[in-house]
């Protein structure tokens, strides 16, 4: 037995504009309008890009673009600005580092203290001891 189905489609018509890749293309005015309700929302790029049906990196471009024209704040709204803290210098005068005494000790750890006059031959002795 075979059965047939009939599928029914419509095509809509937005009046979007595609490129030869088929990506959308948005006027320029309807990039301002989303910008302009980007500023007032107090979402992050993020969430109003989500919000809107907007590609993240497609609106970062143009958020990009009108931060440098100066039309819209460097700082997304809804996140805090870091306050950038003054860079100071001032000059440090460090006292010599004391001197090493005399002798120098090690104490194993079996209890067993080792003097000598320098690192190298305490260093010596231990390897002695260990062999």
Do not use: H, N
């Not at 095509?11 to 088929?22: M, N, Q, S």
């Not at 948005?26 to 590609?55: D, M, N, W, Y």
């Not at 860079?87 to 079996?110: I, M, N, Q, W, Y």
């Amino acid at each position: 037995m075979v059965t047939s189905t009939t599928a029914t489609t419509e095509l809509v018509e937005t009046g979007e504009k595609r490129d030869a890749l088929g990506r959308r293309r948005t006027p320029v005015e309807r990039r301002a309008q989303l910008l302009a309700a980007f500023r007032q929302s107090g979402l992050t790029q993020s969430a109003f890009a989500k919000r809107e049906g907007i590609r993240y990196s497609t609106f970062c471009t143009w958020a990009q673009a009108e931060r440098e024209a100066g039309r819209l704040p460097v700082a997304e709204p809804g996140r805090k600005r870091r306050a950038q803290a003054e860079v100071r210098f001032a000059e440090v005068k460090l006292s010599p580092l004391p001197t090493a005494p005399a002798g120098l000790e090690v104490r194993l750890p079996d209890g067993t203290l080792l003097r000598g006059g320098s690192a190298a031959e305490l260093a010596k002795l231990v390897r002695a001891l260990k062999a």
